[in-house]
């Protein structure tokens, strides 16, 4: 079964600039879910998709991120325009049953806003 | 108060001692909990996953989970240099339909 696939694995880019961070999970499974981690901080919760509809965006920061997950399969984070605080590591995770599963993550994108 | 507490560490136990990591939570809600080892660079990986009250074993690993108390454990037996990473208290809460992560706790096993 292969894992939860991230990329790109390391971006640096520009403040005022667009990045686009893709998740595919693992196959079948319906939840998914982004979070992000701050340097010294927790890892936070982002949003969470159940197949192709958003079921808790509460941990979006701001207007400026905007996540997809067209078909229910993979999903895309976009970041547009990036701040620096925006940087960290982004992962993705996903599971059939949270309850009984947990999640399996992703390798994560470590973002670096300049 | 945080959803889910841990003590950063690092906390250093010698080549097979008990390493012993704490976590505390704040919603009585809380369904099921999970222990996940984070190593240095990398993304994090479950490990273990509790949900009655007791404990759980698994090899050298055991989870320990007092509802009342709000308060889950891990102890690690015969820890090895390769224990050394963080480890992530996690938990469920299924009024939220989403798991919140402790700090995590920075475990480091000296040979």
């Known amino acids: 079964e292969a894992g939860v696939t991230q990329f790109p694995s390391h971006s640096v880019i520009e403040k005022g600039q667009t990045v686009t961070l893709r998740c595919d999970p693992i196959s079948g499974h319906d939840n998914l879910y982004w979070y992000r981690r701050v340097m010294g901080k927790e890892i936070k919760f982002l949003l969470h998709?159940?197949?192709?509809?958003?079921?808790?965006e509460s941990g979006m920061p701001n207007n400026r991120f905007l996540a997809e997950r067209t078909g229910g399969t993979y999903s895309t984070l976009k970041v547009q325009p990036a701040e620096l605080e925006d940087s960290g590591v982004y992962f993705c995770?996903?599971?059939?049953?949270?309850?009984?599963?947990?999640?399996?993550f992703g390798s994560g994108t470590r973002l670096t806003v300049v | 108060q945080k959803e889910v507490e841990q003590n950063s560490g690092p906390l250093s136990v010698p080549e097979g001692a008990i390493a012993s990591l704490n976590c505390t939570y704040s919603?009585?809600?809380?369904?099921?909990f999970f222990w996940y080892r984070q190593y240095s660079g990398k993304s994090p990986e479950l490990i273990m996953s509790?949900?009655?009250?007791g404990d759980k074993e698994d090899g050298r690993f055991t989870a320990q989970l007092n509802k009342a108390s709000q308060y889950v454990s891990l102890l690690i037996r015969d820890s090895q240099p390769s224990d050394s990473a963080t480890y992530l208290c996690?938990?469920?809460?299924?009024?939220?339909?989403?798991?919140?992560f402790g700090i995590g706790t920075k475990l480091q096993v000296i040979p």
């Open positions: 995770a996903s599971s059939q049953s949270i309850v009984n599963y947990g999640y399996t």
């Open positions: 996690a938990v469920f809460s299924g009024g939220y339909q989403k798991v919140t």
């Open positions: 919603d009585r809600g809380s369904q099921s």
């Open positions: 509790i949900y009655s009250n």
């Open positions: 998709f159940v197949k192709e509809s958003k079921q808790d």
